[in-house]
């Protein structure tokens, strides 16, 4: 039989390896030390708790803490320690620390997970480098909110509580590059971390934004392409239309009979091509505005961008940010398959625990499904990768932090069962809404159209 980990060494990458140098007694144990997690350690296993925490979120069982404290008696008593009584656990455990020693966690997991996770979307950035040498990502983002009952998170209702989760994923890596918690009326736009920017290209759907982002994230050096609500009423100076026939026409100064020039939201362009425009800013500056018509809702859609038009023409615009929908596919992961659903609780320190919990999760299975698909030589895609080995998971994370020759032979007897789990070719409709980053590659890898002097 070939090398369990042929494209990796054995003896520096391996599963077990990656999962004890984040998930061993000794690193929980010093985590948990440095977080202030509990009051008194002589009597709390901090390795024991985080262990149980995460087999909770596993089996989509509630995250409470008497079924944290149930689930916790049960392991000690498997290892044969004696446990603690409800009073004890609840007194040494400081919830107000259990989000920061969780966060930590999460951020050493992160880290890992740039460095090994394979991703499928990091030929969509080097497709985008050939164009933008000096870019180096592709950022995403999006906020979607958790119900709960902690009263320190307003809902978009007088009757409902919400917590907002707000990350920006790298397609380099398909991991997680800053992520944020507020209440769920908290502004999407508020939450882009604009120094993160420099020589990267975020895509974003930012509603109704501040005139001021776009100069800020150019001041800051980085791309932007950015969803808007609607057509505004800003003055085009130029526009270049895409014809059905498959042409491109360029229209200079076109004014009103007033001598004015048109505004974007005007009957004038009202037509059923896409328009690519150059529109005049209050500050007197020049903004690329892209609307893509489409043809199935048949209206347009209005994007925001400083990609320079000879390096992706409007239908390009249109199909890049379709690349956006990774996010979406990453909060359905996290909520489906990471137990990232209601919490019913009123202290805010257990919603934020939750939710960097179902983040370590994620990351995990994550890790785990990017190493198995070495050991089976093929490709998962996200959602099945997160969501077949549920079974296998918890098993894997035991025999990695107690043996990796035990792991070898775990993961050698289940090996064809994983060649299973190979992702499917993307369905034709799925292709054209975007959801196959091989069809987005290819569109942006083309030659833009020129336009014609009309």
């Known amino acids: 039989m070939s090398s369990l980990y042929p494209r990796s060494d054995l003896s520096s990458n391996s599963l077990s390896s990656l999962l004890q140098s984040v998930l061993s007694d000794l690193e929980i144990n010093n985590l948990a030390h440095d977080t202030k997690l509990v009051v008194r350690s002589r009597l709390f296993d901090p390795a024991v708790f985080i262990y149980t925490v995460i087999g909770i979120l596993n089996r989509d069982k509630e995250f409470t803490l008497r079924n944290i404290h149930y689930e916790y008696t049960c392991n000690m008593l498997k290892k044969g320690k004696e446990s603690l009584s409800w009073e004890p656990f609840y007194d040494f455990l400081d919830k107000k620390q259990m989000p920061v020693f969780l966060k930590s966690l999460c951020d050493r997991l992160n880290e890992i997970s740039i460095n090994e996770v394979l991703s499928d979307t990091k030929e969509l ?37 919400e917590a907002k989760l707000h990350r920006t994923l790298s397609l380099s890596s398909f991991t997680e590059l800053c992520s944020s918690i507020t209440s769920g009326v908290a502004s999407e736009r508020k939450e882009i971390s604009l120094y993160k920017l420099e020589n990267r290209l975020l895509l974003a759907d930012a509603g109704y934004p501040s005139k001021k982002l776009f100069p800020k994230i150019a001041h800051a050096k980085g791309y932007y392409l950015i969803k808007l609500k609607s057509g505004s009423a800003l003055e085009v100076v130029s526009y270049n239309q895409y014809n059905t026939d498959g042409t491109v026409t360029e229209f200079k100064n076109v004014k009103t009979r007033f001598n004015t020039y048109y505004k974007i939201k005007d ?4 037509k059923k091509c896409t328009f690519d425009f150059e529109v005049l800013t209050a500050e007197g500056s020049i903004q690329r505005i892209v609307a893509v018509y489409n043809e199935a809702l048949d209206k347009h859609v209005y994007f925001a961008t400083n990609i320079p038009k000879d390096t992706l023409d409007a239908i390009q615009i249109g199909e890049l940010y379709r690349a956006r ?13 990471c137990s990232l659903k209601k919490c019913n609780t009123r202290k805010s320190g257990i919603v934020q625990a939750l939710i960097y919990l179902s983040q370590i999760v994620y990351l995990l299975k994550l890790i785990i499904g990017q190493q198995l698909q070495k050991a089976a030589d093929t490709t998962f895609s996200p959602k099945k ?17 107690d043996s990796a020759e035990r792991l070898k032979s775990y993961i050698e007897r289940h090996l064809e069962l994983f060649k299973t789990y190979t992702k499917s070719a993307p369905s034709f409709t ?25």
């Open 125 to 161: 950035v080097d497709a985008l480098r050939l164009k933008l040498p000096n870019l180096t990502d592709l950022l995403i983002q999006d906020g979607s909110e958790i119900a709960c009952n902690c009263r320190e998170y307003k809902g978009k209702f007088e009757d409902a509580n």
């Open 267 to 270: 009957e004038f362009f009202n």
């Open 325 to 337: 929908w990774q996010v979406e596919i990453s909060f359905r992961i996290l909520k489906g398959f």
């Open 385 to 401: 990768q997160v969501n077949r080995i549920k079974c296998h998971f918890m098993d894997i994370i035991e025999l990695a932090l």
């Open 430 to 454: 799925n292709r054209m809404r975007g959801k196959s980053i091989r069809h987005i590659i290819e569109v942006v890898s083309k030659t833009p159209r020129m336009p014609k002097n009309a």
